[in-house]
């Protein structure tokens, strides 16, 4: 019974993803189509994103898509809905990591992840939010973090965009109740997904970082499986969550910080200095 009903929520229905060629939004497009939606695949990297899309069958389409260039996003989301009738839910997920102790880390490096991860999301909502305003329904998901809700050292720049991307949903949720648009900020732990992997923009200046897949588990235990996450999600747009937080342990770590923010802060500190420790010495 609880299956058939999930699957009426969806089936049907019109969604965009960014940063769908991988990681969260690859498997958030899978859970959606296995659902019976029709998914727009969209990422910086054209050629993942199309062949991810074409795996995916009938229900997928993809376009290659830079959320830095707000027309572009534009253009997407208004000929997915054009072609559709209707746009029923947009993921703006599409981010970057920058870590690093701060005071080695340059102007560059914030704008490189504001302009991704803050300006990204804003593009997707002021583009898809209209639309959804005139249908009178709609669901706006932006993916944000356990990070825009606890603190987290040497992840100042990526913390920060996700505190904003926080503050942007929970700010528009009320308006766009009046609407019937719901607003969720996806507020994961550590998610077993490439960007655990990578490091800082090649392009920009280099400087150390922790391994940030070994620092994470440290802070907030193992990876999360990214299909369970997918779920989780779905899940929580489903009931209309405000703030989808996942998994369990990263809603324990909210709700004790909320509490006791002085012992979280100060078993932050103690990770951060153990990370230090392991940074090779300068010459």
């Known amino acids: 019974m609880a299956e058939s009903k999930l699957m009426s929520s969806w089936k049907g229905s019109v969604a965009v993803v960014t940063g769908a060629a991988s990681g969260i939004g690859l498997a958030l497009s899978k859970a959606m189509i296995a ?15 199309e062949k991810e899309a074409k795996a995916l069958g009938a229900n997928a389409s993809w376009a290659a898509l830079d959320v830095r260039d707000a027309d572009a996003v534009r253009e997407v989301i208004e000929r997915a809905a ?5 746009l029923d839910y947009v993921f703006n997920n599409a981010g970057i990591g920058v870590g690093g102790e701060a ?127 997918a779920e989780d999600t779905l899940r929580g747009v489903e009931k209309n969550l405000a703030l989808i937080v996942t998994p369990r342990s990263a809603r324990i770590g909210y709700l004790v910080h909320r509490l006791f923010p002085g012992l979280v802060a100060y078993g932050a500190r103690k990770l951060l200095n153990d990370a230090l420790t392991e940074r090779p010495k300068q010459v």
């Open 103 to 229: 005071h080695e880390l340059t102007v560059a490096h914030y704008d490189r992840i504001i302009d991704i991860n803050i300006r990204g999301v804003v593009h997707g909502v002021v583009a898809a939010y209209p639309i959804m305003v005139k249908q009178r329904r709609g669901h706006i998901v932006n993916t944000a973090s356990v990070a825009g809700l606890v603190p987290g050292g040497l992840l100042a720049p990526y913390a920060l965009t996700k505190h904003a991307v926080v503050g942007l949903s929970l700010s528009l949720r009320p308006e766009a109740a009046n609407f019937g648009v719901g607003v969720s900020a996806l507020c994961p732990s550590a998610v077993d997904t490439p960007i655990l992997d990578s490091n800082n923009p090649p392009d920009l200046p280099q400087s150390w970082r922790p391994d940030i897949r070994r620092y994470l588990t440290r802070l907030g235990g193992a990876p999360y499986p990214v299909d369970r996450l």
């Open 35 to 49: 659902r019976g939606a029709r998914v727009w695949m969209t990422d910086v990297n054209a050629v993942g994103v």
């Open 82 to 86: 054009a072609e559709n009738g209707r």
